[in-house]
Nanobody, 122 residues
């Protein structure tokens, strides 16, 4: 079982920055890790993915150029650096893991963290 624990959420003004972290319990060569977000009344949205071993990344169009996903395999930690935050970024952010190829579809991930709330004010 892969355990995931997010941290770093909070409240920030529009234009500000925030870094989310996700500590996970194991390293798997073939794994993909990702960040998803969900606002009230909206579907869960894929934000970014990263191939854990080799670092290939993918981003949703809405966050491309503003967010950066990265990982420190030695620390078993996933990061999401968020810059130029907008009120539309307000959501619960979730860390996710799967043993397989990367995608931005939530249903393909088998392990999830508890979520961390990000609120961006005008």
């Amino acid at each position: 079982q892969v355990q995931l624990v997010e941290s770093g959420g909070g409240s920030v003004q529009a234009g500000g920055s925030l870094r989310l972290s996700c500590e996970h319990s194991r390293f798997t060569q073939s794994a993909c890790m990702a960040w998803f977000r969900q606002a009230p009344g909206k579907e869960r949205e894929g934000v970014a993915t990263i191939r854990t071993a080799i670092g290939y990344t993918d981003y949703a169009d809405s966050v491309k150029s503003r967010f950066t996903i990265s990982r420190d395999n030695a620390k078993n930690t996933l990061y999401l650096e968020m810059n130029s935050l907008k009120p539309e970024d307000t959501a619960m952010y979730y860390c996710a893991w799967r043993d397989g190829f990367c995608s931005l579809h939530a249903g393909q991930f088998t392990h999830w963290g508890q979520g961390t709330q990000v609120t961006v004010s005008s």
